[in-house]
T-cell receptor, first 115, second 111 residues
Framework: QQQVKQSPQSLIVQKGGISIINCAYE??????FPWYQQFPGKGPALLIA?????SEKKEGRFTISFNKSAKQFSLHIMDSQPGDSATYFC??????????????FGQGTTLQVKP | AAGVIQSPRHLIKEKRETATLKCYPI?????VYWYQQGPGQDPQFLIS???????DKGSIPDRFSAQQFSDYHSELNMSSLELGDSALYFC??????????FGPGTRLTVL
C-alpha cells in the first residue's frame, strides 16, 4: 500500500514553463514533507521541505504548496530549465519520541524540460 | 561542506555470496538510514540507527543485517545474495530526525 501517492509519473515541459507535481498522503501523523531531486545513478538531493504549520514555502524557483485538510502537497518549478530534467520524489515522515523520521517516498516523477 | 560517503560505489557479486556496504555520515550527524532503490522505483526504507542503536526497521530481509559503530559509520551486511537484491543502496544521515542527506549510493549487481 503506497502511503504517499505522486502524480504525474512523467512530465514534459517547455523551457521557461511551470512544472507542477502533486502528492497525496494518508497518514495524518506525518509532519514533515520534503521534495528530493535525483539524477540517474546519483543519490536523492533535498530541494525544499515544508511542515504542516505553513501552507506555502518558496525557495528560488521552487515552491511547495501544502493543503492539510486535503492531505495534499505539490511542487511548483517556475521558469523550468533543461538542467531541471531529473526525477523528483515527494516524501513524508513523522518525528517524535517514538518515531525515527524514516522517509516514505512517492513513486517519483520524471521531468523532461525541452529547450 | 562534507557529505555522506558510501563505499564501494559499485559492487558485483554472484548469487549466494555476501556483500558489505559502508556508510560514513556527515560529521556530527547521529542518525543513519539505509534505503534500497530498485530500477525505476522509489527508495524503500530498510533500517535506521540513532546513537549506535537500531531505531527502526523496515522491509529488510532477514538475510541482511546492519550496525552503527562507535565512530558513527554504519555497515550493511547482505548474505545469501539473490538476483532480486540488485539495486542501488543509499545511506542517509541526519542530526536526530532532522533533514536527511543522502550519499551517492552503492550499485549492487548480483549475477
Amino acid at each position: 500500500q503506497q502511503q504517499v501517492k505522486q502524480s504525474p509519473q512523467s512530465l514534459i515541459v517547455q523551457k521557461g514553463g511551470i512544472s507542477i507535481i502533486n502528492c497525496a498522503y494518508e497518514n495524518t501523523a506525518f509532519d514533515y514533507f520534503p521534495w528530493y531531486q535525483q539524477f540517474p545513478g546519483k543519490g536523492p538531493a533535498l530541494l525544499i521541505a515544508i511542515r504542516p504549520d505553513v501552507s506555502e514555502k518558496k525557495e528560488g524557483r521552487f515552491t511547495i504548496s501544502f493543503n492539510k485538510s486535503a492531505k495534499q502537497f505539490s511542487l511548483h518549478i517556475m521558469d523550468s530549465q533543461p538542467g531541471d530534467s531529473a526525477t523528483y520524489f515527494c516524501a513524508a515522515s513523522r518525528f517524535g519520541s517514538s518515531n525515527t523520521g524514516k522517509l516514505i517516498f512517492g513513486q517519483g516523477t520524471t521531468l523532461q524540460v525541452k529547450p | 561542506a562534507a557529505g555522506v560517503i558510501q563505499s564501494p560505489r559499485h559492487l558485483i557479486k554472484e548469487k549466494r555470496e555476501t556483500a558489505t556496504l559502508k556508510c560514513y555520515p556527515i560529521p556530527r550527524h547521529d542518525t543513519v538510514y539505509w534505503y534500497q532503490q530498485g530500477p525505476g522505483q522509489d527508495p524503500q526504507f530498510l533500517i535506521s540507527f540513532y546513537e549506535k542503536m537500531q531505531s527502526d526497521k523496515g522491509s529488510i530481509p532477514d538475510r541482511f543485517s546492519a550496525q552503527q559503530f562507535s565512530d558513527y559509520h554504519s555497515e550493511l551486511n547482505m548474505s545469501s545474495l539473490e538476483l532480486g537484491d540488485s539495486a542501488l543502496y543509499f545511506c542517509a544521515s541526519s542530526l536526530f530526525s532532522d533533514t536527511q542527506y543522502f550519499g551517492p549510493g552503492t550499485r549492487l549487481t548480483v549475477l
